[in-house]
């Protein structure tokens, strides 16, 4: 077989492929209703932008509690521990929302402040916002908020105000507080869930590069 010939047939065999999907589109049935945009999800008119984040964040596979004020917050974090079986021990971002809670309300948990350096298990901090439209949690970095504790402890719970739950990443953007001469902080992060990854051999892998379990405390009050 000549390389023109081989070169014909192989031209046609796409060809053919190509007109074969054409024909199975055109004979697809039509959706009765279209796929909104994401952003529909938290924009569309009489939206519970508090539902809807609620939904989102578990199928992220995180956790939420609500209180209605911020001194149930310690029973709050000593519950989930307990039912996760871990260490009653946690890390605080000294953040006078969440610093200033009174934590020795709960006289079993073991209280620390400051940035993490790895050895804490759990970390408690709060939120520029969270996202209904994809149960996404924003963080930023500062003195009172530092990075290491949103990805070293193996778990990281959030604490915020209902007020703080807004429909879209514009709104949340909106929100981030921005230093004396007006630049953005050093670091946005947007935290979806637990982390995990299936890069290696397609296995899932909790806490892969972040907390491997995150919850998300909602109270009714302002912080």
Known sequence: MST???????????????????????GAAAPTKPTPLIPARATAPGVDVVGLFKAQLANAKATLDEVATRDEVPAAVQKYLAANNAEARIRLAPDKRVSSISWDKVPLLEVSSGRSHGQDPTSVTP?????????TVVLQS???????????????VVVISKSQIVGTYEDALAR???????????????????SRSADIGKILLMGAHGPKKLHVIVVDEEL
Do not use: W, Y
Request: charge should be positive; hydrophobic fraction near 35%.
């Open 4 to 26: 023109g010939t081989g070169r014909d047939r192989m031209l046609a065999s796409i060809k053919a492929g190509i007109a074969r999907q054409g024909e199975r589109r055109q």
């Open 176 to 194: 981030v507080k921005r230093g004396p001469d007006g630049a953005l902080p050093r670091t946005v992060n947007f935290v979806t869930g637990p």
């Open 142 to 156: 500062s003195d009172a908020t530092p990075t290491t504790l949103h990805f070293l402890p193996d778990q990281h």
């Open 127 to 135: 939120a520029v916002a969270v996202v209904a439209e994809t149960g």
